[in-house]
């Protein structure tokens, strides 16, 4: 609602509400108006009932009549006076009682808008504190923001690097595929090749080894053969080892006994028969056997 409504207003809302008979409210005037605030429409609304009082009190103001209607007509308007002072001040006790307790329950507002200032204060410091920490969040997520933005930029580089890499991949594979493809042929070239070259050798393998085959029967038929004679030969080694050992026993008997006779001999006296030189050589000959 609007607040400094003229009193001109007020006054005139005052009358119309006395007008139809009722007696003039805050609420009703202010019902009148449509408008203007409890505190404003009271204060005016009382300056309306003083005035009111003075009007009541215009009677002197009366034209010049008979002495008999004057003065009833004065008895009568001082009645009416009277009673309408009783009724305004009835009214203004009443509106004063409405005004107390509108000005309670203004100052109660008063007190719970201080209450509510004193708590959007310290919501407003909250606020604050909070757009503080949001700024602060912010500078951090556009610095965030900027180094993501350098690594999506180093990125999309490398990206590039890597589409002209791949293109140049591409090509080196398809130079290596075709090298694949030229020496896939080459091999199957050299694999004929070889294949024939193979048979060839297989075939003169096989000659060879028919050619082996001969030689080796008649190799086998020399190798009985030859096999045959070293028997013999064997055989005649054998006869003629043991023929040694009998001779190297038969000598061996026979140094025996020479060495017997030999020491009998170099028993005997010097003058028994056996002349110097004979037991020189006896002597030797038994040191050679020793």
Do not use: C
């Amino acid at each position: 609602m609007a607040i400094g409504v003229p009193e001109t207003d007020v006054f005139a809302a005052a009358d119309a509400v006395l007008a139809r008979g009722e007696r003039p409210t805050v609420e009703r005037v202010r019902q009148e108006l449509g408008r203007g605030s409890p505190a404003r429409v009271g204060g005016l609304l009382d300056q309306w009932w003083m005035r009111l009082t003075e009007r009541l009190n215009g009677e002197t103001r009366l034209p010049a009549l008979p002495s008999e209607v004057s003065q009833a007509f004065v008895a009568i308007w001082q009645q009416a006076t009277h009673l309408a002072q009783g009724a305004a001040e009835q009214a203004l006790a009443e509106q004063r009682q409405v005004l107390a307790a509108e000005r309670e329950q203004l100052a109660a507002l008063e007190d719970q808008a201080r209450q509510d200032a004193a708590q959007y204060r310290q919501l407003a410091a909250e606020a604050m504190a909070g757009r503080q920490a949001a700024e602060t969040r912010l500078a951090d997520l556009e610095l965030l923001l900027a180094q993501r933005m350098a690594q999506i930029e180093d990125l999309r580089q490398q990206r590039e690097e890597l589409v002209r890499e791949r293109g140049e991949a591409q090509l080196h594979a398809q130079g290596l595929q075709q090298q694949v493809q030229d020496l896939a042929l080459k091999l199957e070239q050299d694999r004929v090749d070889h294949a024939t070259y193979v048979r060839g050798v297989e075939e003169r393998a096989y000659r060879e080894i028919d050619r082996a085959r001969e030689e080796s029967k008649s190799r086998a038929v020399q190798l009985k053969a030859a096999s045959r004679q070293l028997d013999d030969l064997q055989r005649r080694l054998e006869a003629l080892h043991n023929g040694l050992s009998e001779a190297q026993q038969q000598a061996a008997a026979q140094q025996a006994r020479a060495d017997t006779l030999a020491q009998q001999l170099l028993q005997r006296p010097a003058g028994a028969g056996v002349k110097p030189k004979m037991r020189k050589r006896i002597t030797s000959a038994s040191k050679r056997s020793s």
